[in-house]
């Protein structure tokens, strides 16, 4: 008995937050369990093997795997894979493959027991959809509220029965707590007595009028200071069976966002002076501070709950659900510099310029690798129900239901694409889209399409928030490209050109950008569509009588690299299949893109002076920096950009230029756009454009080529 009592106060202490020694989880029989989560639907995952507990590697943990985890656990499925912190012992798993379709985990691929080549940094971890039917997870701990979504009596959760606060000592900080624990940003302490809420003050003055019943709670008395990101952790008696001295009980009134799709919009776009990169949600990513006129990153030293509360709040969402150091593992590495480090935040801040900090660009030992990341708790949001069906859990046909309808219909693919995908995969959970196609492998459904002409811009919270275009009933042979289809992933690969290489070269460190050529040797060039307009009259049939007369036509050239990075979490590689690259017999290679980066000349108003493109015949690996590997080489036909590697588009190269001729002295702005298109999936659009701002003048010495001067280039997103 007495061994009794010591566990059931180990557990009491746990969620009160005395002791961190004892963590949340959910565990079931059959060798599987999460762990050290702060709810009881999220946590590392662990198995059981030779009578010991052991770690799973993240290596190819995707959707699917989690997905298997969380049904075996007694939940509805996986909301997304989570890092839950680091594990310690065993490791017993890597490279886990499941198809999404198995009732155990232990019938998923691996490469064999305690075979790995991981550490604890990459330990495995789930968030669960929904509450768990496993009887085992009871004692952890749950909020919620009786009356809607953002407005009424407090609950929680202990010991698998839900019970209510006393409103002793209840006030406007335990409700800060209480709502951003909930995901709004703010809230008010009010209370509940005789079936609706009332402010204390008006609860004291109507005590004489009315006659208020005795209640009881499960606890009484917190003391939060607004820094906490759990009610759990703020300082309290304990839970039980109190009998409340107040005459109510506790209860709040969040205060929402005027508009979530706006915020979302907001997080995409980069408005503001916080934004969260690398991540399909806009509550979750790496951490970029805004700061005279260029985003930068946060190093991850001292980056902790009140740092990422403070940025949380901002955002419009409620307090941190998970603080994340060595961002760049889940969220890319991003471009930027570094701006702040060792924030020292009281939790209460408005924006996170206002915590002390040693200052701008003071840092020791932090590299990219050291991003300070973050994931806020959000409010749960109903959407209307969209599915994917026919294929895994993580791709399919995509089917919606019509308000007012119980059947499932399809999407026309007319008109389909990433941006539209990148909504839905967002709205499942499913985190980016990879792939859109149509009619692919899986047949045709017998119901009826019920969307057509979707147009999404790619930043809405959910498909309902995009132009539908026409919602109707119609059949199937109406629609040209037949249903839409999508693979979703939680990995994406994430280009952005180098502007300090295009500026460089721009400046003429490496070579002299401007060049005058002789039109006999750019016909390969103007194959490819390289040239200016004003030089297909010239290539016209019987303009030019002899090669003689070429050797006389000069163009004008503006010359620069470009280095591309791919700082994402997974490879580059072309959309198309090798069979369907394009030979060009000119140049004697093939195109696995066509319009792998388009380049024009903008005067200061924004109008197009002139432009030029690049396909891709080679993607490959040239180098790469820390964490990245090569892999890709040109030669083997083996073409894409590894994670943390760079290609390079030399200035030498045939079309790695703009055909200015003609074009009259003045301000203007080279504008460098990366998969134009978007017909790569990437993490984010936002950085693939460079903008340089020149001067094009005379040049003494050369007059016939002129001279480029005060180049400055930036990454526009």
Not at 172 to 189: E, I, T
Not at 638 to 659: A, R
Not at 661 to 684: A, F, Q, R, W
């Amino acid at each position: 008995m007495q061994a009794y009592w010591v566990v059931c106060s180990l557990v009491l202490l746990a969620i009160v937050g005395i002791i961190d020694a004892v963590p949340l989880h959910v565990e079931m029989s059959r060798g599987l369990r999460i762990v050290g989560g702060v709810e009881e639907f999220i946590g590392r995952v662990e198995v059981l093997h030779a009578g010991e507990w052991g770690t799973v590697c993240d290596d190819g943990w995707d959707m699917r795997d989690a997905d298997v985890v969380c049904r075996q656990l007694g939940f509805p499925g996986a909301d997304r894979p989570y890092f839950a912190g680091t594990g310690s012992g065993r490791i017993w798993l890597s490279n886990v493959k499941c198809r999404g379709t198995e009732t155990a985990f232990s019938q998923c691929e691996h490469a064999g027991w305690g075979i790995h080549h991981c550490t604890h940094n990459g330990d495995a971890g789930v968030h669960c959809r929904g509450e768990s039917t496993d009887r085992e997870s009871s004692f952890t701990f749950a909020i919620r509220l009786v009356g809607n979504a953002y407005r009424g009596r407090v609950e929680v959760r202990v010991n698998g029965v839900w019970g209510s606060i006393c409103s002793d000592g209840w006030d406007n900080k335990d409700a800060m707590v209480v709502c951003g624990q909930l995901g709004y940003p703010r809230g008010r302490a009010k209370v509940h007595a005789n079936g609706r809420l009332w402010t204390t003050k008006s609860l004291l003055k109507n005590l004489t009028e009315r006659v208020f019943q005795r209640l009881q709670g499960v606890s009484t008395n917190f003391t939060c200071d607004r820094s906490e990101s759990f009610l759990q952790a703020c300082k309290h008696p304990g839970f039980g069976s109190y009998h409340c001295h107040d005459p109510g009980l506790a209860a709040v009134k969040c205060a929402v966002p005027s508009s979530y799709l706006k915020t979302l919009k907001h997080q995409l776009e980069g408005d503001g002076i916080v934004r969260l990169r690398g991540s399909p949600y806009p509550w979750q990513g790496r951490v970029e501070v805004y700061h005279e006129g260029s985003w930068y990153k946060v190093c991850d030293h001292h980056w902790d709950n009140k740092d990422a509360n403070v940025v949380c709040r901002e955002l419009g969402y409620g307090t941190a659900l998970e603080v994340i150091t060595h961002a760049r593992d889940y969220f890319g590495q991003g471009f930027t510099q570094i701006l702040l480090s060792e924030l020292d935040c009281t939790g209460t801040e408005n924006n996170l310029k206002q915590c002390s900090h040693p200052g701008y660009f003071v840092y020791s030992n932090c590299g990219h690798i050291d991003n300070a990341g973050l994931r806020c708790h959000a409010p749960r949001i109903r959407y209307p129900p969209v599915r994917l069906t026919g294929g895994t859990s993580s791709e399919g046909r995509v089917e919606l239901k019509v308000r007012g309808s119980t059947k499932w219909g399809t999407i026309c693919a007319d008109g389909w694409d990433l941006s539209a995908g990148m909504v839905i995969c967002r709205q499942l959970g499913l985190g980016f889209a990879r792939h859109v196609s149509y009619n692919s492998r899986y047949e045709y459904p017998r119901g009826d399409v019920r969307l057509m002409k979707l147009r999404c811009a790619g930043w809405e919270e959910s498909l309902d928030k995009c132009r539908k275009g026409l919602f109707q009933s119609t059949v199937i042979s109406k629609c040209r490209r037949g249903v839409a289809l999508l693979t979703c992933s939680d990995r994406l690969p994430d280009l952005i050109p180098d502007f300090m290489a295009i500026e460089s070269s721009l400046n003429g460190t490496s070579h002299q950008p401007l060049q005058v050529t002789e039109l006999s040797g750019l016909a390969c060039a103007y194959e490819e569509n390289c040239l200016s307009t004003s030089a297909d009259q010239y290539f016209q049939l019987g303009r030019i009588d002899n090669a003689y007369q070429m050797m006389n036509i000069r163009r004008k050239l503006i010359r620069f690299t470009v280095n591309i990075f791919n700082f994402g979490t997974d490879d580059f590689r072309p959309v198309a299949a090798r069979s369907s690259w394009q030979w060009h017999t000119c140049h004697n290679h093939y195109h696995s893109f066509e319009n792998f980066a388009q380049y024009d000349i903008l005067d200061m108003s924004g109008n197009e002076i002139a432009e030029g493109h690049k396909a891709s015949f080679c993607l490959e690996d040239v180098r790469c920096v820390t964490g990245g590997t090569k892999f890709y080489r040109c030669r083997s036909h083996n073409q894409g950009i590894s994670v943390n590697c760079i290609d390079t588009y030399k200035y030498s190269i045939d079309c790695q230029w703009i055909d200015i001729t003609g074009v009259p002295y003045g301000n203007y702005v080279l504008k460098v756009k990366i998969n134009p298109e978007h017909l790569g999936p990437e993490m984010d659009y936002n950085n693939n454009v460079v903008k340089c701002n020149f001067e094009y003048h005379s040049n003494v010495f050369f007059p016939e080529r002129g001279q480029l001067s005060k180049v400055k280039c930036s990454i526009a997103g």
